[in-house]
Each structure stands twice: as C-alpha cells, then as structure tokens.
T-cell receptor
Framework: KNEVEQSPQNLTAQEGEFITINCSYS?????LHWLQQHPGGGIVSLFM???GKKKHGRLIATINIQEKHSSLHITASHPRDSAVYIC??????????FGKGTRLHILP | DAGVIQSPRHEVTEMGQEVTLRCKPI?????LFWYRQTMMRGLELLIY????????DSGMPEDRFSAKMPNASFSTLKIQPSEPRDSAVYFC?????????FGNGTRLTVT
C-alpha cells in the first residue's frame, strides 16, 4: 500500500463545478504539500500545510492531522484548472513522499 | 527572481554515455531536491541536500547515479553509464522552510 494515496485518480467536470481532491497518508508528517503540474510539465507548489486550512484565490486546502487526511478544493472551476494535482508529505524523518496524482479535466 | 534553473531542457543520449544534469537553486534557499518522474512510478525523490550536504540519498536508484552540490548555487546529477530505463523527466527543486520551488525539468531520453 502506498504511504500517500490520492483520490480520485482521474476527474472530469464541467466548468463552474466545485472540485474536491483527497489525500490520505499513513506516516507521521511535518508538512503536506499540494502541487500542480500542467500539461507542459512544469510543477508549481500551491500550498504547504501543517494544520488547519489555507486559501488562495479559488483554491482551498485543508488538513486533518488526527485523521491523516487532506483535501484540495477548487471553487468555480475553469478549464485552465485542468492539470495533475499531486499531494506530497514531508515525513517525520524528513523524506518527501508523493501521491500518484489526480488528473483533473475541466470541460468548457 | 529567475526561479530554479535547470539545464539542459532536453537530453537525448545513447545507452552507455555519461549524462550530467544541472540545477541552479533560488538564491538563499538552503534545501535542494532532485526528483525523477516517469509514467509508471510518478514522482520520486532521488536525493536532497541541506546547506550543500547530502542528507538522504536513499532514493538514488543505484551506483550509476551520483549527485553533488559543490556550493549553494549549483548542483549536478550524473548518470554513468546511462541506460534506457533512466529515461524520465528529472526535476530539481529548492526551498527555504517554505513551499517547494521546482525547475522546469530535464527530459532525458536514453536510446
């Protein structure tokens, strides 16, 4: 079993829909990252969380340390949000472990 | 800031050749990470440095891979000899107690 599991693996939605991507992990962590990788391949760090919730524009990330779970939400989704979203955790022994990613496709 | 700079962007080489990938982290960042991304395995951490010192190289596939960080502004990842299964996109990232900042990656093809 992977130490970082994301769901869903693939998600197609209509423009304007509210999107939720989930990440569960099984190790102790010091931080959790949400990354975005566009079709061109570049990777952008969206959030780094160690507790609670962060918001940036239409993106919201939450983490529940007790449940070892994080969610990334996109409000009013847009075709330009189409990308692969990757959850990564920094474990207690300072390793970084990646989920397999969620491929999001927003239809106009 | 120019961000994390990787070179080359693309590299095509024949099996058995030496390959050197380069990374310039963001100035002032004290951590540098090398990752590899393939369709089959996704993103994998190969090695990371803190203050130019290798902290964890447990992700380095085998002895054919080596990484150095001679100073705070430069790192290399070397593969010698290269094999077709090394074909992947190699990313470098840097950070300073902050979210990771990724370079654009080097797409390596070993034929």
């Amino acid at each position: 079993k992977n130490e970082v599991e994301q769901s869903p693996q693939n998600l197609t939605a209509q423009e304007g829909e509210f999107i939720t991507i989930n990440c569960s992990y099984s190790v102790g962590i010091s931080a959790l990252h949400w990354l975005q990788q566009h079709p061109g391949g570049g990777i952008v760090s969206l959030f780094m969380l160690s507790s609670g919730k962060k918001k940036h524009g239409r993106l919201i990330a939450t983490i529940n340390i007790q449940e070892k779970h994080s969610s990334l939400h996109i409000t009013a989704s847009h075709p330009r949000d189409s990308a692969v979203y990757i959850c990564a955790v920094r474990s207690g022994d300072d390793k970084i472990i990646f989920g397999k990613g969620t491929r999001l496709h927003i239809l106009p | 800031d120019a961000g994390v700079i990787q070179s080359p962007r693309h590299e095509v080489t024949e099996m058995g050749q030496e390959v050197t990938l380069r990374c310039k982290p963001i100035s002032g960042h004290n951590s540098l990470f090398w990752y590899r991304q393939t369709m089959m395995r996704g993103l994998e951490l190969l090695i990371y440095f803190n203050n130019n010192v290798p902290i964890d190289d447990s992700g380095m596939p085998e002895d054919r891979f080596s990484a150095k960080m001679p100073n705070a502004s430069f790192s290399t990842l070397k593969i010698q000899p290269s094999e077709p299964r090394d074909s992947a996109v190699y990313f470098c990232a840097s950070s300073l107690y902050s979210p990771l900042h990724f370079g654009n990656g080097t797409r390596l093809t070993v034929t």
